[in-house]
């Protein structure tokens, strides 16, 4: 969900050429959240920045930039004559009643106070504002439509990432397959052992044994949490491979195969398979983190 955009912008109202700047930052986030900062006096179009971009993106937390030039943009300075003599008439008199402790004020010192000048600029009537509002946001469209080629491109290489990451979860999952097929026959070996150690004089019932044997197979078998996996697996490859925004849907796939290589983890009666299973953990944690860069 990275990515930047930049658009500038330019047309000519009123024998005035306005010159505008966009710009666009994305970086991660579970939903769609857009701040944008405004040049004063377009406060207003924060809503209409939000609705425009949640056409182009889904998730991310953006941030959106306006910076408006008038070129030829002139500028009057307006006096309170009034207030300048007032100011003027106390300085005088402060100034002969300190003789000596303090200076008199300057004029430049008089203008500077604040309420004395006020810069009035040329403004645009009505329907020159609505155009220039018109144009910023059809250049605003064109940002975003940047924006979501930009995250686009840096989605492929992360993509790449994500299917090497799944990659070697599948070849963990396969090694932890081929090992639960000789499950049941170390089980059988490992019990005869404890019989044999600590039963040896005494006669113990085959079925009884056969029962035992059963309960021992049927709590370590993870033959369903294998297929779970797998089926995890193929669904993200193909979510992998849709043009569309994904990272939702294999947000939930990261907590499946998780609660997958726990449970795998909890049953598991070989330290191979539990040090897989670690393993996998692992894995599916990088390939989490992977997912939170995607829309």
Not at 131 to 151: G, S
Not at 176 to 186: D, G, N, R, V, Y
Not at 218 to 243: P, Y
Request: glycine share 4%; charged share 35%; hydrophobic share 40%.
């Amino acid at each position: 969900m990275t990515g930047f955009a930049r658009v500038n912008g330019q047309c000519v109202l009123g024998g005035e050429t306005i010159d505008w700047l966009w710009e666009a930052k994305s970086v991660n986030g579970k939903g769609l959240e857009i701040k944008s900062r405004m040049p004063l006096g377009y406060d207003d179009l924060g809503l209409v920045l939000k609705n425009e971009a949640a056409k182009y993106l889904v998730r991310g937390n953006v941030s959106f930039n306006l910076e408006i030039n008038r070129a030829n943009n002139h500028k009057k300075a307006v006096v309170d004559e009034a207030f300048l003599m007032e100011l003027t008439q106390k300085a005088i008199e402060l100034a002969d009643k300190f003789k000596g402790k303090i200076t008199a004020s300057s004029a430049a010192e008089l203008l500077s106070l604040k309420g004395v000048v006020e810069i009035e600029e040329n403004a645009l009537d009505e329907e020159e504002q609505k155009i220039l509002t018109q144009k910023m946001i059809e250049d605003f469209d064109k940002l975003c439509e940047n924006l979501k080629k930009d995250r686009k491109s840096e989605g492929k290489k992360i993509a790449l990432a994500l299917a090497d990451l799944l990659d070697k979860i599948e070849e963990l999952v396969k090694l932890i397959e081929a090992k639960t097929e000789s499950l049941p026959e170390k089980l059988r070996q490992k019990l005869k052992e404890q019989l044999d150690k600590f039963a040896k004089d005494v006669e113990v019932d085959e079925d009884k044994i056969a029962q035992e044997l059963v309960l021992l197979v049927t709590r370590a078998d993870i033959r369903e949490e294998i297929d779970r996996l797998k089926a995890h697996i193929n669904a993200a490859r193909e979510l992998l491979g849709k043009e569309e925004a994904v990272g939702r849907r294999l947000d939930f796939l990261c907590q499946e195969l998780n609660r997958e290589a726990n449970t795998t983890c909890s049953k598991s009666v070989d330290i191979e398979i539990t040090n897989w299973a670690m393993e996998l953990k692992v894995l599916i944690e990088q390939f989490r983190e992977q997912v939170q860069n995607i829309e």
